[in-house]
């Protein structure tokens, strides 16, 4: 890719912004106020895609193995995930969520759903439609 333009910085500024401002949005619409933004997503990561051992999330999560190992012992206290042994591999665990925590991710799902629904429907037709075009996009750089 060439060199970014100042028109090109100037939206990547714009995009990093509103970006921010709508996640923090989200986030005011979540069922568990005590939970941190990394519990959640670590709760979010195993409703979505199933059990995984505590390395696999920090990784996942961009943490160090400790502070994830420390996550899942807070989550395991509050009932929302639980430990079992690996299959294979004696020395490790894998973590599952359980029905609570799915529950509440899936509640949670709605209520931020249904909020940005309500916001979307202010939008003009070519804006939704460009926003519909954009969300495999952000999609991917979220995942980059």
């Given amino acids: 890719m060439p060199e970014l333009s100042q028109d090109d910085l100037a939206a ?5 912004a509103s970006v921010l401002r709508l996640g923090r949005r989200l986030r005011n619409e979540r069922v568990d106020e005590s939970l941190s933004v990394t519990e959640l997503s670590v709760l979010g990561w195993l409703v979505r895609c199933g059990p995984a ?12 193995p400790p502070s994830m190992t420390r996550i899942v ?6 009932g929302l995930v639980r430990r079992d042994p690996h299959p294979e591999d004696r020395r490790q ?7 609570q925590a799915e529950a509440m991710v899936l509640e ?11 916001r979307v429907e202010s939008l003009s037709e070519e804006e939704w439609a460009a926003l519909r075009v954009a969300a495999p996009v952000l999609e991917r750089l979220a995942d980059l």
Avoid: C, F, N, Y
């Fill in 93 to 99: 665990v894998v973590v599952t969520a359980t029905d």
């Fill in 108 to 118: 949670s799902r709605r209520r931020r759903d249904a909020w940005l629904a309500g």
């Fill in 12 to 16: 990547v500024t714009t995009l990093r």
């Fill in 73 to 78: 012992a807070m989550l395991e206290v509050k």
């Fill in 53 to 64: 051992t505590p390395g696999e999330l920090a990784r996942r999560e961009h943490v160090q």
